[in-house]
């Protein structure tokens, strides 16, 4: 029995619809299509979508050759993907770390582990690009990656769902970026670039970056017509310098390589704020036993952690006369509400012999940056031996990204 489900209904811009001066770098999305097959089956359906594509290679010349048949092989466990290097490699594996999610690698040249907490699960490294493609062929079910990434590789498609758009780690935007010196040192904003005299059809505006699907869009989108796009692996920063290109489009974080090869950003010039996300399959979670019950878990966790990641607890004694009457001097401060207000118990003391209650103890969260100001706000009530400890976890009844996929998937 086989299941064919259409998975690529997004429109995308055709090669025509840009300058013809304009070669367009990125393939053109092709349309998927996903089987459910026995795995006995696979191998045989596997074969014959290769034979597809190498047919379609040698009738269309150079033009890129369409993506095989995602294939959803009945398999038992779910796939996770995560960074095989480069710098989100290891924060990725931190923070499943801080969730209580230890991914178990026997070496790190095995491309394959476990999680022992998710015993359905199995983690498979991939170069990020290569997570959003596999999310897209059915070889995964989730990831991580940055939303640079899955904007540059995913290319709007459907299928890919994003269950948590910031996962704090591998911040960045995507940027246009041009000389500091010579014609663009009065040269501000995207407009201005635009508006130059020097472009035209003949001479276009040479723009050099690894972000072949996403610099056409932009620019087409921002109404510019007369330019050109060239590639490269990296490095991209010296293409000005050595004439090869007049901007670039890349990612900056720090800004230090653009500083250091005197490169500057424009107003209007960013393209996207990235940051990395935990990416999942539609198709993946509506037909996968098991999927919707793993992201579910692995979303609770992540939230819980990255909700309390940005807040202490803090407890302090006051004085006062009744539970009642600390609680509306501590609420008469604007910092000292908490989550849904301060908790506030008494501490018991004995004086000759009598127990009584002259202190409250107060424990409330504050977020990490309002620190201070709760501290100076809790003595000005009346606080005093303010303790202040990290949070580990926040779990609230429900998370509210878990309600967002659910709607997304229809259920
Ligand atoms: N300053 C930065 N430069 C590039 N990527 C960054 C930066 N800061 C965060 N990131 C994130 O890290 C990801 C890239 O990581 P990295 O450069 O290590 O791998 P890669 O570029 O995909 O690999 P490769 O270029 O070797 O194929 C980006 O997609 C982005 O989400
Ligand atoms: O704003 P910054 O903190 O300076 O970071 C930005 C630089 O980092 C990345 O390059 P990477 O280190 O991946 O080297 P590459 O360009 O050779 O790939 C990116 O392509 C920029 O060049
Ligand atoms: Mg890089």
Request: a neutral charge; charged letters at 20%.
């Amino acid at each position: 029995m086989s299941l064919l489900l259409p998975t690529n209904l997004q429109q995308y811009p055709s090669s025509s619809s840009f300058p013809s001066s304009t070669p367009i770098l990125s393939p053109p999305p092709s349309t998927a299509f996903s089987v459910i097959v026995p795995r006995r089956r696979c191998l045989r359906l596997v074969t014959s979508c290769v034979s597809t594509v190498q047919s379609s290679v040698a009738t269309n010349g150079s033009s890129p050759a369409p993506a095989p048949a995602a294939v959803v092989v009945e398999r038992d466990q779910i796939r996770l993907g995560l960074p095989s290097k480069g710098r989100m490699a290891a924060d990725a594996i931190d923070l499943l770390k801080d969730c209580q999610l230890f991914v178990k690698q026997v070496n790190p040249r095995q491309y394959v582990a476990q999680i022992p907490q998710l015993p359905n699960t199995e983690v498979w490294f991939q170069r990020p690009k290569d997570i959003v493609r596999k999310l897209l062929s059915g070889d995964l079910d989730l990831g991580i990656v940055g939303l640079d990434t899955l904007s540059e590789y995913g290319q709007e498609n459907e299928d890919l769902i994003i269950v948590h758009e910031a996962l704090n780690f591998g911040d960045c935007h995507l940027s246009i970026a041009i000389p500091n010196y010579g014609i663009f040192e009065n040269i501000n904003s995207l407009k201005e670039l635009a508006q130059m005299p020097q472009w035209s059809e003949e001479r276009p505006l040479r723009l050099a970056t690894g972000f072949t699907y996403l610099g056409p869009k932009f620019m087409k989108e921002n109404g510019i017509k007369h330019v050109v796009f060239s590639t490269a692996d990296g490095a991209l920063e010296a293409a000005p310098a050595m004439g090869i290109a007049d901007a670039i489009l890349d990612l900056v974080s720090s800004g230090i390589t653009l500083k250091e090869n005197n490169l500057k950003e424009i107003e209007g010039g960013v393209v996207l704020e990235s940051q990395a996300a935990l990416v999942a399959s539609r198709r993946a979670l509506n037909e996968r036993k098991g999927a919707l019950n793993t992201v579910h878990e692995i979303l609770e966790r992540l939230e819980a952690h990255l909700k309390a990641d940005g807040q202490f607890t803090v407890v302090a004694n006051m004085r006062g006369n009744s539970a009642q009457e600390v609680a509306e001097r501590v609420l008469s401060q604007p910092s000292l509400s908490g989550l849904q207000g301060p908790t506030i118990s008494p501490v018991y003391c004995t004086q000759n012999g009598k127990v009584s209650v002259d202190y409250y103890a107060i424990v409330i969260c504050v977020p990490k940056k309002a620190l201070y100001d709760s501290v100076k706000q809790l003595r000005a009530a009346g606080g005093s031996g303010v303790l202040v400890s990290p949070l580990t976890y926040i779990f609230d009844e429900d998370t509210p990204r878990w309600g967002q996929l659910l709607r997304n998937l229809g259920i």
